[in-house]
């Protein structure tokens, strides 16, 4: 069965770089036809898609963060990363990292990570 | 960018009514449509993809229906353990984007 995991800083300062890390287990990121992706939801509110990248390196940004977002995969450690930067409080959210297979909905997904911007 | 919106944004119901969510679309996305449900702390869950069809082990009260810009979630009898919000999700092009949730309450 397949599953996500993301791991990385809880806190990070205003102006600084976010950065995560999703991990797969129970399936390979190099398997065809599937996007590797974040989205984020701040609290009390809703889900935003940040981006998703193919196993290849080719990757899609949500146009309202491409300018700051980097998503990268490692495929020999079966992970895909997330660097977010120059961030603001407005970027406290949870990441979720999920799977996008052949062109279909988003899915699973990880359990998410709470990443606070404070100084 | 497709934009998604939902209606209402919250809803309460008596256990037992039958619970209908609807989800437009700024344009035309045939059938690329997933509904999703969350609890709180928890990840979205995926009831329904490709509009009207129905993941593996999610209970057949949940159901799904429309093509193009209009969409519907029906939940047939709600149960406490509906209590949740339910996300509409397009991914009939990039950016994927998703309505703004609908609460759904027990009255």
């Known amino acids: 069965q397949l599953q996500l995991q993301e791991s990385g800083p809880g806190l990070v300062k205003p102006s600084e770089t976010l950065s995560l890390t999703c991990t797969v287990s129970?399936?390979?990121?190099?398997?065809?036809?599937?996007?590797w992706g974040w989205v984020r939801q701040p609290p009390g509110k809703g889900l935003e898609w940040i981006g998703s990248?193919?196993?290849?390196?080719?990757?899609y940004y949500n146009p309202s963060l491409k300018s700051r977002v980097t998503i990268s995969v490692d495929t020999s450690k079966n992970q895909f990363s997330l660097k977010l930067s120059s961030v603001t409080a407005a970027d406290t959210a949870v990441y979720y990292c999920?799977?996008?297979?052949?062109?279909?909905?988003?899915?699973?997904w990880g359990q998410g990570t709470l990443v606070t911007v404070s100084s | 960018d497709i934009q998604m919106t939902q209606s209402p944004s919250s809803l309460s119901a008596s256990v037992g009514d039958r619970v209908t969510i609807t989800c437009r679309a700024s344009?035309?996305?045939?059938?690329?449509l997933a509904w999703f449900q969350q609890k709180p702390g928890k990840a979205p869950k995926s009831l329904i993809y490709?509009?009207?069809n129905l993941q593996g082990g999610v209970p057949s009260k949940f159901s799904g229906s429309g093509s193009g810009t209009d969409f519907t979630l029906t939940i047939s009898s709600l149960q406490p353990e509906d209590i949740a919000t339910y996300y509409c999700q397009q991914y009939k092009s990039y950016p994927l984007t998703f309505g703004g949730g609908t609460k759904v309450e027990i009255k």
């Open positions: 344009q035309g996305i045939s059938n690329y």
């Open positions: 490709a509009a009207s």
């Open positions: 129970g399936g390979s990121i190099s398997s065809s036809s599937s996007y």
């Open positions: 990248i193919y196993y290849s390196g080719s990757t």
């Open positions: 999920a799977r996008r297979a052949g062109g279909r909905e988003l899915g699973p």
